[in-house]
């Protein structure tokens, strides 16, 4: 849990995954990444609502900016690990919805969060016509220790996707894996469904109450 509260303080970044699919389609990741973080840096810094926390504001910036650029097909996959094939198609359809819907909350959470962080990307290391790279990258902050952040991501036909982040080596998605696999053994496949269901149920009162 200490790791996912981690992660949450640092997810702001992902927004650098804001691009239009053409554009993603056309570039290299690291360039794509390092391109469009500055197009959505500017976008927050001008943007008082955004930066006060806006939830209207700050979900249609993830909805459209970001989750195109993720696979959450194959970032539940690694999550669930060996549980993913004990579960039905449409257990498996239920899973990626509400994963894919709590990792939203989070980068919305993180996205209102952002105090002018720094991001410099390190050059890509791939071999020629590469379809699963990592693209490296380090955060720096003011008074705060550099932090390294890595980007895993697969190119599909509709572009590049993040199917994982590693933040100082440690892996996002596998940071579930232990709470998953823990209540897939006390109540099925179906009582992770539903604990993930019953967060983010929870994530949307929150909002309400917000917004009121």
């Known amino acids: 849990m200490r790791r996912i509260l981690i992660f949450e303080s640092v997810l702001v970044l992902l927004s650098a995954l804001a691009a239009p699919l053409s554009f993603a389609q056309d570039v290299a990741p690291d360039v794509l990444l390092k391109t469009v973080t500055l197009e959505v840096i500017a976008i927050i810094r001008k943007d008082k609502d955004i930066q006060a926390g806006n939830p209207a ?23 669930v690990a ?11 359809e239920a899973l990626t919805f509400e994963f894919k819907t709590l990792l939203v909350r989070t980068y919305s959470t993180a996205l209102s969060s952002y105090r002018d962080q720094e991001i410099e990307y390190k050059p890509l290391r791939a071999a020629p016509g590469a379809t699963e790279v990592t693209v490296k990258s380090e955060v720096r902050q003011a008074g705060r220790e550099r932090v390294t952040i890595d980007y895993k991501m697969t190119k599909l036909s509709s572009g590049w996707k993040v199917y994982d982040i590693q933040l100082a080596g440690v892996s996002l998605v596998t940071t579930y894996r232990d709470t998953f696999a823990s209540r897939v053994r006390d109540s099925g496949i179906e009582g992770l469904i539903k604990a993930l269901s019953d967060k983010n149920r929870q994530g949307v009162l929150k909002t309400a109450k917000i917004e009121q």
């Open 57 to 79: 504001k700050v979900a249609d910036l993830v909805e459209t900016r970001i989750l195109p650029h993720f696979d959450f097909s194959r970032m539940t996959q690694i999550a």
């Open 82 to 92: 060996r549980n993913w094939q004990l579960a039905t198609p449409g257990q498996q």
